[in-house]
């Protein structure tokens, strides 16, 4: 048996070196380092504030911004941060998703992020400053959330205070209403699921859930007991680790019963709306149902030129994909795009972009990150394939409109914080830039005649033309530009967020959406007469809208049931409500002046100088949300700062590598007899995460029987590199009885080259001693060593559900070649296939199989064992004198899942395993009340079966037989069935399997219990 004290150092390798190695450890997506960056950075009184060339202004308006923003949280949590907090600034969404802060892939919908360690805040550029301003908020108060509850790491790991953690409708929540308060996009969101019964219970809230229904909960808490309650119940939460306890201490009721009171009010508030709003159906025909099809969204629609067909955005596939379908009844005439699966084509930009039509309708035109970088896609239509790509010198690219006459594509463009409009001749690929502005210019549509350019900007302008040099964002209307002139006007302006316009066949109409009323509706302005109409007045909201080239239909987006599904509405024109001014909504009647946002005299930051810092210097811009902009006030760049707005940055300085603690944790002790032992694992990095350190040691008596391990990666390129060190010690009792040692020393150099993010080819070289020594008779003393080249070629586009994959494929192909150097090393080549396929099923159910071989060949080949599952727990094993030599314990390979056999059963130098699964919802919710009260959600069942052999001379291997009746002999097969529960840590997993060679079947089940995902 194994030595149990080194469990501890087995686990931290596992966990930490695993994600990094890469070679045959596994399957994974691949995070890419398409560029590399030159990191400066700037200092306030609290914050460090990192960025790249081209990021200088955004970084000076963070500077701007983080302060004020820690002084109103400070006030409402009643805490002080107790160290400088770094915030890590990314010029785009592409740069944001190279980053090695944290080693977990970055989706498309991750806005930004806060490392809990380090206190790191990370986040990305995206256009909008407003949006900006809200994720940086957002982070900000995270960051002191988790400096209030925690403290400093060392000190709180002493006093186990990471061992609480607060639910995460309360962390997301809670940030989400510091940084909004409330909004118009949170309130649509909670009506529509109050409406429609799919609020969750607090204990089992998840998903996208978590931040709007927690920032609800939060405000109503905030609203009932006064702002100051979110201070004290943070404190309490400290105090008692205990959320519940923490809530009944602060507000006299806990979790359960704050769920009831908060949800009968939200009844309250939303139902009334039902009576006061159109119903979708009573004038628009659904063309798709996310509730049906299984997709969450349906966006951004586009009529083709003649009228009869629709390309849009969705996910029922679960990948983003391009679909086309007819304009009468939403049939799917095609999937035009598969998204998300090659590097290609690695992400449609789905929610900020959109679809356009050549005049001619042979082709469209979309938006796909490629190669890192965004790229403008022309497709044909008739045979899907992309017949150009336009890479431009851009941060990001969205919203491509396609010319009238054919020849030009206009877009928007982010580069180095601005988000401006450009213009692509496609014949010659000049791009030409129409806006240069700091404000977000973004969904561009061109007039019927190509001579003008609508589009949505937080640009503002009175009616008047009054002027104002100071900077404002975040409320758009729509403007037209005039490409002859190049003079912007706006067409409409009103309070609230107008979007997406498109324009009618006669160029005389543009219709929009606008969420004046607090819900977002379809509104028609005709620019003859200056006149703006609303055309619907619905309770869930309208977005994108398309008009169709003989001015007859208008198709859009709609929420509804928490999700998006496409509408045409019939001859618009016609829909003119009698009202001129929709009600608003309970929220926008209620909703309190708007505080002007403007930083004065006693809004000034500490002049006070840090302990940990220098004097700073910097200067404020004003923030007036009323203030009023055109194109003409000629605003190409940040606003000069004034000179009696004190306060300033110290910087910028360069970035140098400063390594600190990630993870620190051991134990100590001494024996008279034994000396000093312990346990410790520590993990140190640079601040940006592309140095990494790990040491594990276990001591015990002295070096020679001590485990210890030391890793370094180097992850800021392409190619990221590892090297390491080794020595462990383990102790065995063989099947005579006999005590011995091995003693297993060496080092490993290792290399992962990533294709894109779902191809990568792994190598690692290894070298490696174990030193066998006997303290029983007979004692076969040995020395065996082993140097191995390896590589693999992975493929990975797997989607991940609740308990493991639930759609795309895996592919490995490894080979491992171990040459003869000396006499006592081993000599092999090894080559193992492994071929996984998910297919989902509306979103609930997934069948699944799994194909996987291997053969090894040499002097002396690698055994490969079959049997049992993977993390078996207490696992059984079919025990021989040949399980312990130093091949077997060290050369060989397990290989699962087999249920309804012991571990090793089988064993030979080939092997070929096949599982099929069928994967289901078992319970959705279920709440234990004794000994412990918990709850677990979204617990999934299975079928399986598992037919598989080992063998080591295939002219005697024989899968079946006919002596005695048909029935399988060599291959051996187990078929039952299985349920897994995510528990939040870890995966449990229980499978019943029985025995069957198709003749017999086993009188009773084997058992598993076993920990980890589904293959």
Same mark, same amino acid.
């Given at each position: 048996?194994?030595?149990?004290?080194?469990?501890?150092?087995?686990?931290?390798?596992?966990?930490?070196?695993?994600?990094?190695?890469?070679?045959?450890?596994?399957?994974g997506?691949?995070?890419?380092?398409?560029?590399?960056?030159?990191?400066?950075?700037?200092?306030?009184?609290?914050?460090?504030i990192?960025?790249?060339?081209?990021?200088?202004?955004?970084?000076?308006?963070?500077?701007?911004?983080?302060?004020?923003?820690?002084?109103?949280?400070?006030?409402d949590?009643?805490?002080?941060?107790?160290?400088?907090?770094?915030?890590?600034?990314?010029?785009?969404?592409?740069d944001?998703q190279?980053?090695?802060?944290i080693?977990?892939?970055?989706e498309?919908?991750v806005?930004?992020?806060?490392?809990?360690?380090?206190?790191?805040?990370v986040?990305p550029?995206t256009?909008?400053?407003?949006e900006?301003?809200?994720?940086?908020?957002?982070?900000?108060?995270?960051?002191?959330?988790?400096?209030?509850?925690?403290?400093?790491?060392?000190?709180?790991?002493?006093?186990r205070?990471?061992?609480f953690?607060?639910?995460?409708?309360?962390?997301?929540?809670?940030?989400?209403?510091?940084?909004?308060?409330?909004?118009?996009?949170?309130?649509?969101?909670?009506r529509?699921a109050?409406?429609h019964?799919?609020?969750?219970?607090?204990?089992?809230?998840?998903?996208?859930m978590?931040?709007?229904?927690?920032?609800s909960?939060?405000?109503?808490?905030?609203?009932?007991?006064?702002?100051?309650?979110?201070?004290?119940?943070?404190?309490?939460?400290?105090?008692?680790?205990n959320?519940?306890?923490?809530?009944?201490?602060?507000i006299?009721?806990?979790i359960?019963?704050l769920?009831?009171?908060?949800?009968?009010s939200?009844?309250?508030?939303?139902?009334?709306?039902?009576?006061?709003?159109?119903?979708?159906?009573?004038?628009?025909r659904?063309?798709?149902?996310?509730?049906?099809?299984g997709s969450?969204?349906?966006l951004?629609?586009?009529?083709?030129?003649?009228g009869?067909r629709?390309?849009?955005f969705?996910?029922?596939?679960?990948?983003?994909?391009?679909?086309?379908?007819?304009?009468?009844?939403?049939q799917?005439?095609?999937?035009?795009?598969?998204g998300?699966?090659?590097g290609?084509?690695?992400?449609?930009?789905?929610?900020?972009?959109?679809?356009?039509?050549?005049?001619?309708?042979?082709?469209?035109?979309?938006?796909?990150?490629?190669?890192?970088?965004?790229?403008?896609?022309?497709?044909?239509?008739?045979?899907?394939?992309?017949?150009?790509?336009?890479?431009?010198?851009?941060?990001?690219?969205?919203?491509p409109?396609?010319?009238?006459?054919?020849?030009?594509?206009?877009?928007?463009?982010?580069?180095?914080?601005?988000?401006?409009?450009?213009?692509?001749?496609?014949?010659?690929?000049?791009l030409?830039?129409?806006?240069?502005?700091?404000?977000?210019?973004?969904?561009?549509?061109?007039?019927?005649?190509?001579?003008?350019?609508?589009?949505?900007?937080?640009?503002?302008?009175d009616?008047?033309?009054?002027?104002?040099?100071?900077?404002?964002?975040?409320?758009?209307?729509?403007?037209?530009?005039?490409?002859?002139?190049?003079q912007?006007?706006?067409?409409?302006?009103?309070?609230?967020?107008?979007?997406s316009p498109t324009?009618?066949?006669?160029?005389d109409?543009?219709?929009?959406?606008s969420?004046?009323?607090?819900?977002?509706?379809?509104?028609i302005?005709?620019?003859?007469?200056?006149?703006?109409?609303?055309?619907?007045?619905?309770?869930?909201?309208?977005?994108?809208?398309?008009?169709?080239?003989?001015?007859?239909?208008?198709?859009?987006s709609?929420?509804q049931?928490?999700?998006?599904?496409l509408?045409?509405?019939?001859?618009?024109?016609d829909?003119?409500? =009698?009202?001129?001014?929709?009600?608003?909504?309970?929220?926008?009647t209620?909703?309190?002046?708007?505080?002007?946002?403007?930083?004065?005299?006693?809004?000034?930051?500490?002049?006070?100088?840090?302990?940990?810092?220098?004097?700073?210097?910097?200067?404020?811009?004003?923030?007036?949300?009323?203030?009023?902009?055109?194109?003409?006030?000629g605003?190409?760049?940040?606003p000069s700062?004034?000179?009696?707005?004190?306060q =300033?940055?110290?910087?910028?300085?360069?970035?140098?590598v400063?390594?600190?603690?990630?993870?620190?944790?051991?134990n100590?002790?001494?024996?008279?007899?034994?000396?000093?032992?312990g346990?410790?694992?520590?993990?140190?990095s640079?601040?940006?995460?592309?140095?990494?350190?790990?040491?594990?040691?276990?001591?015990?008596?002295?070096?020679s029987?001590?485990?210890?391990?030391?890793a370094?990666?180097?992850l800021?390129?392409?190619?990221?590199?590892?090297?390491?060190?080794?020595?462990?010690?383990?102790?065995?009792l063989?099947?005579?009885?006999?005590?011995?040692?091995?003693?297993?020393?060496?080092g490993?150099?290792?290399?992962?080259?990533?294709?894109?993010?779902?191809?990568?080819?792994?190598?690692?070289?290894l070298?490696?001693?174990?030193?066998?020594?006997?303290?029983?008779?007979?004692?076969d003393?040995?020395?065996?060593?082993?140097?191995?080249?390896?590589?693999?070629?992975?493929?990975?586009?797997?989607?991940?559900g609740n308990?493991?994959?639930?759609?795309?494929?895996?592919?490995?192909?490894?080979?491992?070649?171990?040459?003869?150097?000396?006499?006592?090393?081993?000599?092999?080549?090894?080559?193992q296939?492994?071929?996984?396929?998910?297919?989902?099923?509306?979103k609930?159910?997934?069948?699944?199989?799994?194909?996987? =071989?291997?053969?090894?060949?040499?002097?002396?080949?690698?055994?490969?064992?079959l049997?049992?599952?993977?993390?078996?727990?207490?696992?059984?094993?079919?025990?021989?004198?040949?399980?312990?030599t130093?091949?077997?314990?060290y050369?060989?390979?397990?290989?699962?899942?087999?249920?309804g056999?012991?571990?090793?059963?089988?064993?030979?130098s080939?092997?070929?395993?096949?599982?099929l699964?069928?994967?289901?919802?078992f319970?959705?919710?279920?709440?234990?009340?004794?000994?412990l009260?918990f709850?677990?959600?979204?617990?999934?069942?299975?079928?399986?079966?598992?037919?598989?052999?080992a063998?080591?001379r295939?002219?005697?291997?024989?899968?079946?037989?006919?002596?005695?009746?048909?029935?399988?002999?060599?291959?051996?097969?187990?078929?039952?069935?299985g349920?897994?529960?995510?528990?939040?840590?870890?995966?449990?997993?229980?499978? =019943?399997?029985?025995?069957?060679?198709?003749d017999?079947?086993?009188?009773?089940?084997?058992?598993?219990?076993?920990?980890?995902?589904?293959?």
């Amino acid at each position: 048996m194994f030595r149990m004290r080194r469990s501890l150092l087995i686990a931290g390798v596992m966990i930490l070196l695993l994600p990094l190695v890469g070679m045959a450890q596994g399957f994974g997506k691949n995070k890419v380092q398409y560029k590399s960056f030159n990191w400066s950075y700037l200092q306030t009184s609290h914050f460090d504030i990192y960025f790249y060339p081209g990021g200088e202004e955004l970084a000076q308006f963070v500077a701007q911004y983080c302060e004020r923003a820690y002084r109103e949280v400070q006030k409402d949590f009643r805490s002080e941060i107790q160290k400088r907090v770094p915030i890590i600034l990314y010029n785009s969404q592409n740069d944001f998703q190279q980053t090695n802060v944290i080693l977990e892939l970055l989706e498309e919908g991750v806005g930004g992020f806060t490392e809990f360690f380090k206190y790191r805040v990370v986040m990305p550029h995206t256009g909008s400053y407003e949006e900006y301003r809200h994720v940086l908020h957002h982070e900000l108060t995270h960051a002191i959330m988790m400096n209030t509850l925690y403290g400093g790491v060392v000190e709180s790991l002493l006093r186990r205070q990471y061992f609480f953690m607060p639910p995460l409708w309360f962390v997301e929540g809670l940030s989400e209403y510091e940084s909004l308060d409330w909004d118009k996009n949170s309130d649509m969101i909670i009506r529509d699921a109050t409406i429609h019964g799919y609020l969750h219970p607090l204990l089992y809230v998840r998903g996208y859930m978590v931040y709007k229904q927690g920032q609800s909960v939060i405000r109503y808490i905030a609203n009932r007991y006064g702002g100051e309650k979110l201070g004290e119940i943070l404190s309490k939460a400290r105090l008692h680790k205990n959320m519940d306890k923490a809530m009944k201490s602060s507000i006299g009721m806990g979790i359960e019963e704050l769920d009831e009171e908060w949800s009968r009010s939200m009844r309250m508030q939303y139902w009334p709306e039902i009576t006061r709003r159109q119903e979708i159906g009573d004038f628009a025909r659904q063309l798709t149902d996310h509730t049906k099809d299984g997709s969450n969204f349906n966006l951004k629609p586009a009529f083709s030129p003649q009228g009869s067909r629709l390309v849009f955005f969705s996910n029922k596939s679960d990948y983003t994909d391009i679909y086309l379908i007819s304009a009468i009844d939403g049939q799917v005439l095609d999937r035009l795009v598969k998204g998300e699966r090659s590097g290609g084509l690695e992400s449609l930009r789905y929610f900020r972009s959109s679809i356009g039509w050549s005049p001619d309708g042979s082709k469209i035109v979309f938006v796909a990150k490629s190669g890192g970088k965004d790229a403008l896609c022309l497709l044909s239509v008739e045979n899907r394939k992309v017949v150009e790509k336009f890479h431009l010198p851009l941060d990001l690219l969205s919203s491509p409109s396609w010319s009238p006459q054919g020849g030009e594509i206009v877009f928007n463009g982010l580069k180095n914080g601005y988000s401006d409009l450009y213009l692509l001749q496609i014949e010659t690929g000049q791009l030409t830039r129409l806006t240069e502005d700091f404000y977000d210019d973004a969904e561009p549509a061109w007039s019927p005649n190509g001579g003008q350019i609508a589009f949505s900007s937080d640009r503002l302008r009175d009616p008047g033309g009054a002027i104002d040099s100071a900077f404002s964002y975040g409320e758009y209307d729509i403007f037209v530009m005039d490409l002859s002139t190049g003079q912007i006007d706006p067409v409409v302006l009103a309070e609230g967020q107008q979007r997406s316009p498109t324009w009618s066949p006669q160029g005389d109409k543009i219709c929009y959406t606008s969420d004046e009323n607090g819900i977002s509706n379809l509104y028609i302005v005709d620019l003859e007469e200056k006149d703006s109409y609303p055309v619907t007045d619905v309770l869930g909201g309208c977005f994108s809208p398309s008009w169709s080239t003989d001015g007859k239909r208008l198709a859009f987006s709609y929420f509804q049931k928490g999700g998006w599904d496409l509408y045409v509405l019939k001859d618009p024109l016609d829909h003119r409500l =009698a009202t001129e001014e929709l009600e608003p909504t309970v929220f926008v009647t209620t909703q309190r002046e708007p505080v002007e946002s403007t930083f004065s005299a006693a809004d000034s930051l500490p002049t006070s100088e840090p302990s940990d810092s220098a004097a700073f210097v910097y200067q404020l811009t004003e923030f007036q949300k009323d203030s009023l902009l055109t194109q003409e006030a000629g605003l190409d760049s940040m606003p000069s700062f004034s000179a009696d707005t004190v306060q =300033a940055v110290l910087g910028p300085r360069k970035y140098r590598v400063r390594f600190s603690p990630d993870v620190l944790t051991g134990n100590v002790g001494y024996d008279t007899y034994y000396g000093f032992q312990g346990e410790s694992m520590l993990a140190i990095s640079d601040l940006l995460g592309n140095h990494r350190f790990y040491l594990l040691t276990s001591l015990f008596y002295s070096l020679s029987e001590s485990d210890f391990q030391v890793a370094y990666y180097y992850l800021p390129r392409r190619i990221d590199y590892g090297v390491g060190f080794f020595h462990l010690k383990n102790f065995f009792l063989d099947a005579q009885d006999r005590l011995f040692s091995d003693r297993l020393y060496g080092g490993y150099l290792s290399l992962s080259r990533p294709f894109d993010k779902f191809n990568r080819l792994d190598v690692s070289i290894l070298s490696m001693t174990i030193d066998r020594h006997y303290f029983d008779p007979p004692k076969d003393d040995s020395v065996t060593r082993l140097y191995q080249l390896s590589g693999s070629l992975v493929h990975d586009t797997a989607l991940w559900g609740n308990t493991g994959p639930v759609n795309g494929s895996r592919m490995m192909l490894t080979t491992d070649y171990a040459p003869s150097f000396s006499g006592n090393s081993k000599s092999y080549i090894t080559v193992q296939f492994d071929r996984r396929r998910y297919i989902d099923y509306r979103k609930k159910y997934n069948f699944v199989y799994r194909l996987t =071989a291997g053969v090894s060949r040499g002097d002396a080949p690698q055994r490969f064992y079959l049997g049992g599952t993977s993390n078996w727990l207490g696992g059984d094993f079919f025990r021989g004198d040949q399980y312990y030599t130093v091949e077997d314990i060290y050369f060989s390979s397990r290989i699962t899942p087999l249920r309804g056999y012991d571990y090793n059963e089988l064993q030979g130098s080939k092997f070929g395993l096949l599982n099929l699964e069928f994967r289901y919802p078992f319970v959705d919710y279920l709440l234990i009340h004794w000994p412990l009260r918990f709850g677990i959600s979204q617990v999934n069942g299975a079928l399986f079966l598992d037919a598989g052999s080992a063998w080591d001379r295939t002219e005697a291997f024989k899968g079946g037989t006919t002596e005695g009746g048909p029935r399988l002999k060599d291959l051996k097969t187990g078929f039952g069935f299985g349920t897994r529960a995510n528990l939040g840590i870890f995966v449990l997993r229980f499978d =019943a399997a029985w025995k069957t060679d198709f003749d017999r079947v086993s009188a009773k089940p084997k058992t598993y219990f076993s920990l980890g995902a589904e293959f």
